[in-house]
């Protein structure tokens, strides 16, 4: 027994206290069966299933789960996907589908139980195959486990469930901003039609989209390219580097040197990042990957509107097709976007500046709690502490 085990807790296999269920289902749809699970569709670290396909659209998978058990994926165990499920269906053969097997677990553990780095990095050292390592069940059966008195599994898995709760408040909060963006950027800049807008409702007031113009970017602003990036360039700001640099995805590094000292907008110009809108503030190096607007054109332009503006072209799909892919000046400022009066300009952006707050801050709760839960795990699953 390991020294840090209490004395009053047991060391057992996962075998004997969980299961490994395979029951066939033929004939899903006759039996009130609707949603299959693949690999796909668990997130890494996250219990929540959130996502599925309908079996009406064709599956070949006959394996059946339940509600309450957990779905484990065997494939590429290091990729961390095991979610409780909340609904019976059918999942893929490279799942696995765990349930207690007596009562010296109780089912509200079981699904933490997996959960904690021991047992995932169990899965990786027993799984075989080079391109799609897969583990088996007679490994994981094997898996020795400190397990607490059911007192205690009570305790650990009450805190345990409580973390998740808030954990899943922060995914909802963060998942109906995001949707709500999407849908207001959609509505704002929907630059095709708009001689046929009508009045678009923001928040308290009203917005007269029917006087708005569209305009070409070519008319906006001017763009060019950024130089060289500079050498010993620093990871994090430090007391000599504090001007940061950007790439075409953001922030790549700090210098001690820069060659703009004026609030700006940033285009990624190469590869992957081709049209990724970024706005810098100040002093700054922006280097040959980026492109970045140099002066504009029209006074009444709100520089954080033309940035919500510009990331809703979408200009990535606009790249050209080469092995390297290209965003060029006169591909950008071929597009149109919606020019409302300065001041409706201003409410928009700070509107989606607001969302984007608001995202930041649900994203940083969650992985806080997440790193909160992943500690608590590791710590309370296996004796090092104790709860009084």
């Known amino acids: 027994m390991n020294r840090q085990t209490p004395t009053e807790w047991q060391i057992v296999r996962f075998g004997d206290i969980a299961e490994n269920i395979n029951i066939n289902e033929k004939n899903?749809?006759?039996?009130?069966?609707?949603?299959?699970?693949?690999?796909?569709?668990?997130?890494?670290?996250?219990?929540?299933?959130?996502?599925?396909?309908?079996?009406?659209?064709?599956?070949?998978?006959?394996?059946?789960?339940?509600?309450?058990?957990?779905?484990?994926?065997?494939?590429?165990?290091?990729?961390?996907?095991?979610a409780l499920a909340d609904f019976d269906g059918l999942c893929s053969g490279d799942i696995l589908v765990f349930d207690v097997k007596n009562d010296r677990l109780i089912p509200d553990l079981l699904p933490f139980m997996v959960q904690t780095e021991n047992f995932f990095d169990h899965a990786i050292?027993?799984?075989?195959?080079?391109?799609?390592?897969?583990?088996?069940?007679?490994?994981?059966?094997?898996?020795?486990?400190?397990?607490?008195?059911?007192?205690?599994?009570?305790?650990?898995?009450?805190?345990?469930?409580?973390?998740e709760e808030c954990i899943r408040k922060w995914e909802e909060s963060l998942e109906k901003a995001k949707v709500y963006k999407k849908v207001l950027m959609k509505h704002l800049f929907n630059y095709i039609s708009l001689e046929k807008r009508q009045n678009i409702s923001l928040f308290k007031s009203e917005l007269d989209a029917k006087k708005w113009k569209t305009v070409y970017l070519k008319?906006?602003?001017?763009?060019?390219?950024?130089?060289?990036?500079?050498?010993?360039?620093?990871?994090?700001?430090?007391?000599?580097?504090?001007?940061?640099?950007?790439?075409?995805?953001?922030?790549?590094?700090?210098?001690?040197?820069?060659?703009?000292?004026?609030?700006?907008?940033?285009?990624?110009?190469?590869?992957?990042?081709?049209?990724?809108v970024h706005i810098a503030n100040n002093k700054c190096w922006i280097t040959d990957n980026a492109l970045y607007v140099r002066n504009l054109l029209n006074r009444e332009i709100d520089r954080l509107y033309l940035a919500f503006a510009l990331k809703a072209l979408k200009l990535n799909n606009l790249k050209n097709q080469s092995a390297q892919p290209l965003i060029s000046q006169s591909i950008v400022y071929s597009?149109?976007?919606?020019?409302?009066?300065?001041?409706?300009?201003?409410?928009?952006?700070?509107?989606?500046?607001?969302?984007?707050?608001?995202?930041?801050?649900?994203?940083?709760?969650?992985?806080?709690?997440?790193?909160?839960?992943?500690?608590?795990?590791?710590?309370?699953?296996?004796?090092?502490?104790?709860?009084?």
């Not at 195959?129 to 094997?142: A, F, M, Q, V």
């Not at 922030?251 to 040197?257: A, D, K, L, P, T």
């Not at 201003?346 to 909160?372: G, M, V, W, Y």
Request: proline letters at 6%.
């Open 125 to 163: 050292k027993t799984s075989g195959g080079s391109l799609s390592p897969r583990t088996k069940w007679k490994y994981l059966s094997e898996y020795e486990i400190p397990l607490p008195p059911a007192h205690e599994q009570k305790r650990i898995s009450d805190i345990l469930w409580a973390v």
């Open 219 to 276: 008319d906006i602003f001017e763009l060019t390219s950024g130089k060289t990036r500079p050498e010993n360039l620093s990871v994090m700001p430090n007391d000599e580097s504090i001007y940061p640099v950007y790439g075409g995805n953001g922030v790549i590094g700090y210098s001690s040197v820069f060659f703009i000292d004026y609030k700006t907008i940033v285009l990624g110009r190469v590869g992957e990042y081709c049209g990724c």
């Open 28 to 82: 899903p749809l006759e039996n009130g069966l609707d949603r299959f699970i693949g690999l796909e569709h668990l997130d890494p670290d996250i219990l929540k299933i959130k996502r599925w396909g309908l079996i009406k659209d064709g599956t070949t998978f006959t394996k059946k789960f339940v509600k309450g058990q957990l779905l484990f994926g065997k494939r590429r165990s290091y990729q961390h996907k095991a």
């Open 335 to 388: 597009q149109k976007i919606p020019l409302p009066p300065l001041e409706e300009q201003q409410k928009i952006a700070h509107i989606l500046f607001t969302l984007d707050k608001t995202i930041e801050t649900a994203e940083t709760h969650r992985k806080t709690l997440q790193s909160l839960k992943t500690r608590l795990l590791n710590d309370l699953l296996s004796g090092k502490k104790r709860l009084h």
